[in-house]
C-alpha cells in the first residue's frame, strides 16, 4: 500500500488502513474501454513559409506629402538612418538595404526584392513576378507610405509617376489580384486601417464576381480556384483616423521598427518611459552598446531577445483562442515573428494615441501583467551595463532570473490548482526554456508533472508547440534526460499516437528502445519505453519494418521474466503489436520461440500479462498471409495450448482475449470449423432426440427468419430432420477424414471451448462466444439454403449424380498419400482444391454434399520452410504482404486501449495519497466509523452481562422465495437474504426491501454460499452457486450494481439439489478464498491473481459441508463433512500430510464449524444435524466438551466477538446459548398477541459487532431478534 503507517495521525491509528482490499484494481473498479478524450488537432493542417517579400518604399526623401503637417521637430528615423544625413538616392538605397537586413533576421531564406518610390507598373510587375514563383506559398508586402499622402477612401494608396511629378493612385482591388493569396501585408503610414477597410471589401468583391463568372458559364468551370483574399493576413500602424507619432525621440517608422527591431525599440521606449528613475549612466544612446548577439542567448541582448520572445509567445497565448494562436504563431516562423512583435508596437503605439490594426484582429493586449515581467527583466539587465562597459573583461553579465521566476510559478500552479478551468500561464515559457542547458532539467522535470495530470493537459502543451521541442531532445544522449524523456512521451503517445510517425521518420524510436534494452534503467521506465515502442509499431507499417530491423522481438523476449508485472505487460503488447497483420515479423518471432517463451506468460500471477499474452497469441494468429504445414503446426499447437491452459481462467479479462483470440482460428479455417459444428449437431441430435424442443427445419426454413438467431440452446437441441440429417451425413466424410489425420481434434475442441465459454457466468465473455458461435451457424444456414437451391433447379436424373466438383481423379498419381501419424497438407486459403484420400471408404462425389466448398485438404507440397524466413513468394499470382487487405474481426475487446490509458492518467500523485483530498477524506470517515462500531461491542457484552434475553424482535419480513443463507453487513444496516437463484437486501434497522435481483444463474442452478468482501471499504457482495461459479458485484446495494468478476472456482462441480454445492470462505488479510463442496479438495483462490494456487485433498469420502479459518493463524483450515467428520487442516504442508486431525464424534451432516480467534484460539466449535454441539481442541484428539442434542438441527452460529451460540431446529425456533451450554433465549414465535410459531430454520447468523441475530426460515419469513433495550 502506498501509505507511511508511521504517521501519527488519527486516522493511520486504525487498523482499517492495513486492510488490503479485494477485486478493487482498475480492471475491476472501471469500464475495459480506451481514453474518453477527443484528441485536439494541434498539428497544423499545413506548414507555410513566406518565401518572398516585397519591401515598397515610398519615401520621396526630402519632400514632405501634402496633408500632413509636421511637427519641429519630428521624428526623422527610417530602419534606424536619418534620411536627411545622406542624399536622397543614397538614403533610399540605404533605407531599403537596412529594412531587408532587419526582415532577414526573422526569415533568412526568403526572397527580397526592392521597388522604391515605384510607378504603378513597377509595383504590379515585382507583385506578379513574386507571386509567380511563390507559387502556393506566402509572399509578404511591405509599403512605406511616409512621402505619399495618406490612403484614400476609395481604398488606394499612393505611388509615383515617372517623373515623381504627381501622386498616382494605385487601388488595392488591383494589388489583391497581383499578390494573389496567401500573401501578408504590412502597412506602415498614417490612416493604414483605412487600407484593412478596403481590402475586405474587395476581397468580397472578388469572391462575388467569382461566383458571377462560374455561374453564367455555359460549360463547367475548370479554370484555377479562387484566391481566399479573405484569409490573407494584414498587419497597419494605425487606425483609419489616426495619423503617426511625430515624436523626435521616437523612429518615423516606429510600427515597421516595433516589427523588425522590437528589443531595440523596447529597450530604447524602457529608457524614455523611466529616464527619471534608472540610472544617470543609462540613457538612449547606451541601448546601442549593450554587449552580445540577438541570436546569442548566453549575451545580454541575446538573453533579453529571448525573454522578450517568451513573454510575447505567453501573452499571445493566454489571450488568443486556440486556433487563431495556431495559425498565427505556429504556422509560418516570419508570420509569428511579427505578430509576436506586432504585440509590443500596440503597447508603445497605443501611449502615442495609435491603434495598430491587424486582421484577422487580435485582442488588447497592451495591459497584460506579462508586460510588467518584461519591464522587470529589462530593468535587471540595464543595471549592470555601467560595470559591464566600464570594465568588460573583468565584470560578467549575470544571467536575468526571469526564466528560473517563472518556473518557480510554474511549479507553484502546479502544486495548488490543478484543474482543467485553470490554465498556467507559464507553459509558453518552459517551452522556451527547454533547449537550454541551464532549465532544461527543471523544465522537463514541471512539464512531466503538468502532462501527469491528464489528456487535457497533454493536449494544452501540445498545442502550444512542445511537440517539435521534445522530439529534438531525442536526440540527446545525456542519461539523467532519459526518465523524464521517457515520462513525457508516454503521456504524450498515450494521448495523440499519430506522433509515431515522426518518431519513425528520423529514427528518434531508438531512443526507447535504448531505455527499453538498458538493463540498468528501472523497470517503471523500461515499462514506459516499451509502451512507447508498441505505440510506435502499432497499427503502422513503417513504424513495424523499423521496429522489426532494430530487433524489437529480441528486445522484449529479453524482458519477458522481469519481475516488474507493467514490464512485462507492455512487452507483451508491444510483440502483439508488433507482429499484428505483419508476418515477417511473426516469423521473426517464431525463430526466436516467442510462442514458446510466451506460454510461460499464461500462468502470469497478474491477470492482465494473462490477458496481454492471449492478445499476443491473437495476433500471431492473425499475422499468417500464407497457410503452410508449419505456420498450421504452430497455429494448432497456440489453439490447443489456449484452450488447455486459460479457457477457464479466473480473470474474465483473460477469458475475453481467449475469445477473441479463438476467432481467428474461426476465419483461417472457416471451412474446416463449418464441418465441426455439423457433426456436432449431428451428435447433440443424437443425445437429445427425446427432449427435442424444436425442429431443425423450422429452424433452418429459409423462410423463417427467426431460423437466423437460433439461441444456443436451441440449437443444442436439435431433432431428426432430413435437412439436418443429410448435410450432417454428407459432412461425416469430411470430418471422419480429418479426425482420422489427428487434425479435427484442435478445431473440435476449439468449438467445445467455444460452447462453454458462451456459457461463462460473466456476461462479456458468453455474449462474445455466442457471436462466434452465430458466425459459424449463419454459414451452416446459408450453405443448406444453397442447398435447396441447387436441389431446386437440379434436373431430376441429376439428384442421385455425381457431382462434378466432387469426383475422384482419373489416376492414382493425382493422390498423396500420408504416413500414420503424418501430418496433412494444409494450405487452406485461396483456392480450395478437392480434397483425395489414397483408400476412401466412400466417394465424395457418391454424396448430395452441400459442402463440396469446405474441402479443405488440398494437395501440397510436403517440404517444410522451418528454417526459412517465412513465406515471401505467394502461389497463385496472390497479391504481396503488404498489398493485402488484413482479414477484419469478427469481435473484439478494448483491453489494449484500457491499458494505454493508464498513462493517460495521474502516475505520480494519486487521491487517495492525497490528505487533503475528497477520496483520502471518505476513507478516513468511514474507517473512524467502523471502529466506533467495533467498540459497541463492549456494550452489546455488558447487556448479556446483565441478563440480557434475545426477545426483542426488531424486523421481520417475507422473502419472495425460501431463504437459504441470511448475512449482516458489519457496517452498514443493511443484510442480504439468499434463496435459490435470487438475493434480497434488506435495511433491518428501518424494515424495508431496498432491492432483489436475480443472480441470472443457469437453469437448475442454486445459490449456496454468501460473503462480503472489503466489509471496512467500498464493500463488495460475493455469491457462489453448485455448479462451482463465484459471482462478486459491487454497488449491490444500488439500481445499478454492476457485476465486476465471474468465474468458476471448481470446474467438477454439478448441479445438485442434495448435495452441499459450493462452500467459501472468505480471508480478507490473506486475500486468499477457500472453495469445498460436493468434490474432494479445498481449492485456495488468490483473489489478487485471479487463480487458483493450491488443492488440498479431503481425504474424505463425503462432501464438504462447512469451512473455516482465522486470520489470527492463516495456515489452518477446519472444514466439517456430510459424513459427521471434522478435519483440520495446514496449507503449508504437503499435499499427504497436510490433514492434521480427523474428528468422528458426531452422527450426521456437520451444519457448521467455527474455528475460535483471539482469546480461545485452537478452539473448534461444531454442530451437526443431530443437534449436538460439540468442542475441540487441536491439542486433542477427542472432544474437550459437548451440548447434549435437542431436537435436530438445521443451522447454526457462532458469534465471533460474544460468547453466544445459536442453533435452528427442524421443529421450528431457535435456541441461543453460550459455550458452556447455558440458555440465553428460546425463540419460538414471531412477536404480538396472536404470534405465530416460527417454522423450521433455514439459516442462520449473528451480526459480527451486535446482539442481533437474524434467522430466517421454511414459511418464507426472515427475522432479526436483538437483545431486549431495557437491559
Known amino acids: 500500500t502506498m501509505f507511511d503507517f508511521s504517521c501519527n495521525e488519527e486516522g493511520y491509528d486504525l487498523p482499517d488502513w492495513l486492510v488490503p482490499l479485494a477485486f478493487s484494481s482498475k480492471r475491476h473498479a472501471e469500464s475495459i474501454e480506451g481514453i474518453n478524450t477527443n484528441t485536439q488537432k494541434w498539428r497544423m493542417k499545413e506548414r507555410m513559409k513566406t518565401v518572398s517579400v516585397a519591401l515598397v518604399l515610398c519615401l520621396n526623401v526630402g519632400v514632405d506629402p501634402p496633408d500632413i503637417v509636421k511637427t519641429q521637430p519630428c521624428s526623422r528615423l527610417e530602419c534606424w538612418i536619418d534620411p536627411l544625413s545622406l542624399v536622397p538616392q543614397k538614403a533610399l538605397d540605404s533605407i531599403a538595404a537596412s529594412l531587408q537586413k532587419q526582415y532577414e533576421k526573422w526569415q533568412p531564406r526568403a526572397r527580397y526584392k526592392h521597388s522604391l518610390d515605384p510607378t504603378v507598373d513597377e509595383v504590379k510587375r515585382l507583385c506578379t513576378s513574386l ?51 496567401p500573401s501578408i501585408y504590412v502597412y506602415d503610414c498614417s490612416c493604414a486601417g483605412l487600407i484593412v ?44 483616423t489616426q495619423i503617426l507619432p511625430m515624436n523626435p525621440d521616437l523612429p518615423a517608422d516606429l510600427f515597421t521598427a516595433c516589427l523588425t527591431t522590437p528589443v531595440k525599440v523596447a529597450l530604447k521606449w524602457f529608457v524614455l518611459q523611466n529616464s527619471k528613475k534608472l540610472l544617470p549612466e543609462i540613457t538612449m544612446d547606451i541601448i546601442e552598446q549593450i554587449p552580445g548577439q540577438v541570436s546569442d542567448r548566453r549575451t545580454m541582448l541575446g538573453e533579453l531577445n529571448w525573454i522578450f520572445t517568451a513573454i510575447t509567445d505567453t501573452i499571445a497565448w493566454n489571450v488568443l483562442p486556440k486556433e487563431t494562436f495556431q495559425r498565427l504563431f505556429r504556422q509560418d516562423l516570419l508570420v509569428a515573428s511579427l505578430f509576436r512583435n506586432f504585440l509590443l508596437a500596440e503597447r508603445i503605439m497605443r501611449f502615442y494615441n495609435c491603434t495598430p490594426v491587424s486582421n484577422p484582429p487580435l485582442p488588447s493586449t497592451y495591459h497584460h501583467h506579462m508586460w510588467e515581467a518584461w519591464d522587470l527583466a529589462v530593468d535587471t539587465c540595464l543595471a549592470q551595463l555601467p560595470a559591464i562597459l566600464k570594465d568588460p573583461l573583468h ?47 527543471r523544465a522537463l522535470e514541471l512539464l512531466g508533472r503538468f502532462l501527469d495530470l491528464g489528456p487535457w493537459a497533454v493536449n494544452l502543451a501540445l498545442s502550444v508547440g512542445i511537440f517539435p521541442y521534445v522530439l529534438k531532445l531525442l536526440q540527446s544522449s545525456a542519461r539523467e534526460l532519459r526518465p523524464l524523456l521517457v515520462f513525457i512521451w508516454a503521456k504524450v503517445l498515450a494521448v495523440d499516437s499519430t506522433c509515431q510517425s515522426d518518431l519513425v521518420r528520423d529514427g528518434s524510436f531508438k531512443y526507447f528502445l535504448a531505455i527499453l534494452g538498458d538493463a540498468y534503467m528501472p523497470a517503471d521506465h523500461r515499462t514506459m519505453a516499451a509502451f512507447c515502442v508498441s505505440c510506435i509499431v502499432s497499427n503502422y507499417r513503417p513504424g513495424q519494418v523499423a521496429a522489426m530491423q532494430s530487433s524489437v522481438v529480441s528486445t522484449c523476449l529479453e524482458q519477458l521474466s522481469d519481475p516488474c508485472p507493467k514490464l512485462r505487460l507492455w512487452v507483451v ?40 499474452a492471449v492478445y499476443a497469441f491473437g495476433t500471431f494468429l492473425n499475422s499468417t498471409t500464407e497457410r503452410t504445414d508449419h ?25 475475453k482475449e481467449v475469445v477473441v483470440a479463438l476467432q481467428w482460428f474461426l476465419i483461417n479455417f472457416e471451412n474446416q470449423f463449418v464441418a465441426v459444428g455439423c457433426q456436432y449437431l449431428e451428435e447433440e441430435k443424437a443425445k437429445e432426440s427425446s427432449t427435442n424442443l424444436l425442429p431443425i427445419d423450422a429452424a433452418f426454413d429459409v423462410n423463417h427468419v427467426d431460423g437466423l438467431n437460433l439461441t444456443l440452446d436451441r440449437l443444442r437441441r436439435v431433432s431428426s430432420s432430413t435437412s439436418i440429417s443429410s448435410m450432417s451425413s454428407n459432412i461425416h466424410n469430411t470430418y471422419t477424414a480429418a479426425s482420422s489425420l489427428g487434425y479435427a481434434s484442435v478445431f473440435g475442441n476449439i468449438w467445445k471451448t467455444l460452447i462453454n465459454l458462451s456459457n461463462d457466468p460473466f456476461p462479456e465473455v458468453a455474449k462474445l462466444a455466442e457471436e462466434l458461435i452465430n458466425f459459424i451457424k449463419q454459414k451452416v444456414k446459408g450453405n443448406i439454403i444453397k442447398q435447396k437451391v441447387s436441389e431446386m433447379h437440379r434436373p431430376d436424373g441429376a439428384k442421385n449424380g455425381k457431382m462434378p466438383c466432387m ?36 466417394r465424395w462425389s457418391d454424396v448430395n454434399n452441400p459442402y463440396q466448398q469446405y474441402q479443405f485438404f488440398s494437395q501440397f507440397n510436403r517440404i517444410r520452410k522451418t528454417f526459412d524466413k517465412g513465406p515471401e513468394i505467394r502461389e497463385g499470382g496472390e497479391e504481396s504482404e503488404d498489398t493485402q487487405e488484413p482479414k477484419h474481426p469478427l469481435i473484439e475487446t478494448h483491453f489494449i486501449a484500457w491499458s494505454s490509458k493508464y498513462f493517460s492518467q495521474p502516475l505520480l500523485k494519486t487521491d487517495e495519497s492525497d490528505m487533503d483530498s475528497s477520496t483520502y477524506l471518505e476513507k478516513e470517515w468511514m474507517y473512524l466509523r467502523n471502529d466506533t462500531i467495533r467498540k459497541s461491542i463492549l456494550e452489546e457484552r455488558k447487556k448479556l452481562e446483565n441478563g440480557g434475553r434475545f426477545d426483542e424482535q426488531i424486523f421481520i419480513n417475507k422473502n419472495t422465495n425460501l431463504p437459504t443463507s441470511v448475512k449482516f453487513h458489519p457496517y452498514e444496516s443493511h443484510m442480504v437474504v439468499t434463496d435459490k437463484d435470487c438475493y434480497s ?3 433491518w434497522e428501518k424494515g424495508y426491501l431496498l432491492r432483489s435481483e436475480s443472480c441470472n444463474n443457469r437453469p437448475n442452478v442454486r445459490i449456496t454460499a454468501l460473503d462480503f468482501l472489503n466489509e471496512h471499504d467500498n464493500t463488495l457482495m460475493m455469491i457462489g452457486s453448485d455448479d462451482g461459479t463465484v459471482k462478486i458485484w459491487k454497488n449491490y446495494t444500488d439500481c445499478d450494481s454492476q457485476l465486476i468478476s465471474a468465474f468458476q472456482i471448481i470446474q467438477e462441480l454439478l448441479p445438485s439439489t442434495r448435495g452441499s454445492g459450493l462452500i467459501l470462505q472468505w480471508e480478507q488479510q490473506s486475500q486468499k478464498l477457500l472453495a469445498s463442496g460436493d468434490v474432494r479438495h479445498i481449492r485456495i483462490w488468490d483473489a489478487e491473481k485471479e487463480t487458483k494456487i493450491q488443492d488440498i485433498p479431503t481425504g474424505a469420502d463425503s462432501c464438504l459441508t462447512c469451512l473455516t479459518s482465522t486470520p489470527e493463524h492463516p495456515s489452518l483450515i477446519a472444514a466439517g463433512c456430510g459424513d459427521g467428520t471434522v478435519r483440520v487442516f495446514d496449507r503449508r504442508m504437503p499435499q499427504n500430510e497436510c490433514c492434521l486431525h480427523v474428528y468422528q464424534e458426531h452422527s450426521g451432516w456437520v451444519v457448521n464449524v467455527k474455528l475460535q480467534n483471539k482469546q480461545n484460539f485452537g478452539q473448534i466449535i461444531s454442530g451437526s444435524v443431530a443437534g449436538d454441539v460439540k468442542f475441540w481442541d487441536l491439542r486433542h484428539s477427542n472432544s474437550i466438551r459437548s451440548i447434549p442434542p435437542a431436537h435436530g438441527m438445521t443451522a447454526m452460529s457462532v458469534h465471533q466477538s460474544l460468547d453466544l451460540i445459536a442453533c435452528g431446529a427442524a421443529s421450528g425456533g431457535a435456541t441461543v446459548f453460550n459455550q458452556s451450554g ?26 459480527p459487532y451486535k446482539a442481533s441475530l437474524a434467522a430466517g426460515s421454511t414459511d418464507f419469513l426472515i427475522s432479526v431478534y436483538s437483545v431486549n433495550r431495557k437491559h
Open 395 to 441: 565584470v560578467n553579465y549575470s544571467y536575468s532570473p526571469f526564466f528560473s521566476e517563472q518556473l518557480t510559478a510554474f511549479h507553484v500552479w502546479l502544486s495548488m490548482t490543478q484543474n482543467v478551468d485553470s490554465v498556467p500561464e507559464q507553459l509558453p515559457i518552459v517551452l522556451q526554456v527547454l533547449l537550454s542547458q541551464v532549465h532544461r532539467l
Open 985 to 987: 437486501i434488506w435495511d
Open 131 to 181: 507571386r509567380r514563383s511563390a507559387k502556393d506559398e506566402r509572399v509578404l508586402f511591405h509599403y512605406n507610405g511616409h512621402g505619399v499622402p495618406k490612403p484614400t477612401a476609395n481604398g488606394e494608396i499612393w505611388v509615383f509617376n515617372k517623373t515623381y511629378t504627381q501622386y498616382i493612385p494605385l487601388s488595392i482591388y488591383d494589388l489583391q489580384q497581383w499578390m494573389g493569396a
Open 197 to 240: 477597410e478596403s481590402f475586405k471589401q474587395f476581397a468580397t468583391q472578388h469572391e462575388r464576381e467569382f461566383e458571377l463568372i462560374v455561374n453564367n458559364s455555359k460549360t463547367p468551370y475548370d479554370g484555377p480556384p479562387m484566391p481566399s483574399y479573405s484569409s490573407c493576413i494584414q498587419l497597419a500602424a494605425c487606425g483609419a
Open 1222 to 1247: 447455558d440458555t440465553i433465549s428460546m425463540i419460538k414465535y414471531h412477536d404480538g398477541f396472536m404470534g405465530n410459531k416460527i417454522g423450521p430454520i433455514s439459516c442462520l447468523v449473528f451480526h
Open 631 to 655: 505456420a498450421n503446426a504452430i497455429d494448432h499447437n497456440i489453439g490447443m495450448m489456449l484452450i488447455n491452459k486459460v479457457s477457464n481462467d479466473g480473470s474474465s479479462l483473460v477469458r
Open 807 to 842: 469426383s475422384e481423379p482419373s489416376s492414382p498419381s493425382g493422390r498423396p498419400s500420408f504416413l500414420a501419424g503424418e501430418s496433412p497438407p494444409t494450405r487452406t486459403n485461396g483456392s480450395h482444391q478437392t480434397p483425395e484420400h489414397s483408400k476412401p471408404r466412400q
Open 573 to 612: 503488447i508491444c510483440l502483439g503489436r508488433m507482429w499484428e497483420n505483419y508476418e515477417p515479423a511473426r516469423w521473426c518471432g517464431v525463430r526466436d520461440s516467442a510462442h514458446e517463451k510466451l506460454e510461460t506468460l499464461l500462468t502470469d500471477p497478474d491477470p492482465e500479462v494473462r490477458a496481454a
